[in-house]
Every structure is written in structure tokens, then in C-alpha cells.
């Protein structure tokens, strides 16, 4: 693929994922405002720009087998946590954002157990297996993550453990 027609491909990408993600929230909120048929909208069209999105990395060669899938999300869950998250808090401590060290601190601590999890399930696939999970459960404020065994409470911002989202 020539390198215009790449970037511009992976330009789309990032916008279509954006708007498939953005949609998502908005519709979240229009639900939360009593108005379910705005949120079906927006969920809807999420899922067209979903689709927008899929293209176009499938037609950038990024999609692979399951281990191939896998080590890309490793990749990125650790850079997530050794360069991005470390970088990102460095300016929000430095410009004395609370917010943003917050939301930052809450991701960083979901992206480690995402790569220890994303690492055992390539384990797995390497071994032409699946992994052996019942349950996956997520903070729905943190997105802290535990397998199989929903917490009392979230050990890192403290919600109950009842308002976690099964998987």
C-alpha cells in the first residue's frame, strides 16, 4: 500500500474509532436522561462506525491469527503502562491536575492487569488452547479487572463490588 493512502487509512481508522467510542458515552447519557430511543440511535451508529473502523484496519494488515492479535495487545497494554501513563502523569502532576492524574492512575492500574491477562491467554493460544475463565468482571469507574471472582469492593477506587459489569 503506498504511504499516502496508508496514513490516510490510519487517520480514518482513528477517527472512526473515536466516533464509534464517543456514540458509545453519548448514548450512555441520552439512556441515563430517560431518552432510550437517542441512546439506540447513538448506539446504532456506534456500531456503523465500528464497522467503518474494522475495514479499514483489516485493509492496513493489522488484523492476524489469535497469538499474532495477542502480542499486539500486550504490546500496547505495556506501552500503555512503562511510557504513555507515566508520560501523561508527568504533565498532569506538573500542571497540578487532579482529574487527570485520577483518570490516569485508574488506567494504568487496569493496563497491568490487562497484559499479565492478555500474556496468559497467549500461553494459552500458543498451546492451542483457550483460556479457562467463567467471568470476567470490570469497575465500571476504574475498569479495574478480575477473573472469576467478583471483589467486595474495588481495590482501587473503592466502588462495591455489585455494580461491576460481568463479561
Known amino acids: 500500500m503506498r504511504e499516502m493512502t496508508k496514513h490516510n487509512l490510519s487517520e480514518a481508522y482513528a477517527g472512526e474509532s473515536q466516533a464509534h ?10 439512556e441515563k436522561e430517560g431518552k432510550p430511543n437517542i441512546a439506540r440511535l447513538f448506539r446504532a ?4 462506525e465500528l ?19 495477542l502480542e499486539k495487545a500486550i504490546a ?11 508520560a501523561y502523569n508527568a504533565v498532569a502532576e506538573l500542571q497540578e491536575e487532579a482529574g487527570a492524574k485520577k483518570s ?7 493496563e497491568k492487569i490487562h497484559a499479565k491477562l492478555y500474556t496468559e491467554a497467549k500461553e494459552a493460544a500458543l498451546k492451542g488452547e483457550d483460556i479457562k475463565i467463567s467471568k470476567v468482571y470490570i469497575c465500571p469507574v ?8 467478583l471483589p467486595e469492593k474495588c481495590p482501587v477506587c473503592g466502588v462495591p463490588g455489585e455494580k461491576f459489569v460481568a463479561f
Do not use: R, W
Open 45 to 48: 451508529i456506534s456500531y456503523a
Open 104 to 110: 490516569i492512575h485508574y488506567a494504568i492500574e487496569a
Open 51 to 69: 464497522v467503518h473502523a474494522t475495514n479499514h484496519y483489516k485493509i492496513l494488515g493489522e488484523v492476524g491469527n489469535t497469538v499474532e492479535n
Open 76 to 86: 500496547g497494554e505495556t506501552f500503555e503502562v512503562e511510557e504513555m501513563y507515566p
Open 21 to 30: 467510542m464517543k456514540y458509545q458515552i453519548f448514548a450512555d447519557v441520552a
Open 142 to 149: 476504574c475498569g479495574y479487572t478480575s477473573v472469576d471472582v
